[in-house]
């Protein structure tokens, strides 16, 4: 079956950095354009990311740009955010998505704060 499994979360203080991972496994990884979205404390979904199949596109939120990068290992079925720059208001779950075929991951928690 299906399977995304971020990790990489955790606790930093403002101003550090952090890098998230997410495996896919049960679909041609390769083939698809991969999300990353998250949502904070009492809110709803925010779009953060996306890059392509092959990685030749790629977008930010205006909220990350700047701060956070985007990537991917094909080979590896993996898909990866470098966040740097971590504020307060970046503390949220961050999830991976295959947004067209309906693949999500379970989230992985992040948390900025001193």
């Known amino acids: 079956q299906v399977q995304l499994v971020e990790s990489g979360g955790g606790l930093v203080q403002p101003g550090g950095s952090l890098r998230l991972s997410c495996v896919g496994s049960?679909?041609?990884?390769?083939?698809?354009?991969m999300y990353w979205v998250r949502q904070a404390p009492g809110k709803g979904l925010e779009w953060v990311s996306m890059i392509k199949s092959g990685g030749e596109q790629i977008y930010y939120a205006e909220s990350v740009k700047g701060r956070f990068t985007i990537s991917r290992d094909n080979a590896k079925s993996t898909l990866y955010l470098l966040l740097n720059n971590l504020k307060s208001e970046d503390t949220a779950v961050y999830y991976c998505?295959?947004?067209?075929?309906?693949?999500w991951g379970q989230g992985t928690q992040v948390t900025v704060s001193s």
């Open positions: 049960g679909f041609t990884f390769s083939n698809h354009w």
């Open positions: 998505a295959d947004a067209a075929q309906g693949y």
